[in-house]
């Protein structure tokens, strides 16, 4: 079954707060999950700031697009066993209609989770 969760996972809690998103996995065949921005973006470009952390075979991908499109830019990924909070951002052109989103990747050859937290938006 796959979901995003709100849980503490080796000793990890939220970077901020009570709670965090949290994918994880222990399928022997490559899960994922999304976690998409509620609106869209104002029409400047933005800073998209954000806490993570992945453990085992989990994965992390933030990415943007625009309007109704099939067309997306990756701008940020990582893996392996972080165990710890770290802190990412990406800048996010000017645009209408653009949205943000997570994918996070889990499975294939055992165990894997992926959280997200602290998520901030800025105007630049």
């Known amino acids: ?8 996972y080796f000793g990890i809690g939220p970077s901020q707060g009570s709670y965090y998103a949290v994918f994880t996995s222990s399928s022997t ?3 994922y999950a999304f976690l998409v921005a509620e609106a869209y973006l104002p029409e400047f470009s933005v800073r998209v700031t954000f806490d993570y952390t992945t453990y085992g075979t989990g994965k992390v991908y933030f990415s943007y697009g ?3 499109t099939t067309r997306y830019t990756s701008l940020f990924n990582s893996s392996g ?4 909070w770290k802190t990412a951002s990406a800048t996010i052109p000017a645009g209408k209609k653009s949205f943000y ?4 990747y889990a499975g294939g050859n055992g165990f894997g989770v ?3 937290d602290n998520v901030r938006v800025t105007q630049l």
């Open 1 to 8: 079954m796959l979901e995003f969760v709100l849980q503490s």
């Open 29 to 31: 065949t490559q899960q």
């Open 66 to 68: 625009q309007g109704e």
């Open 81 to 84: 066993d972080n165990k710890v």
């Open 101 to 104: 989103y997570f994918t996070g």
């Open 114 to 116: 992926v959280a997200i």
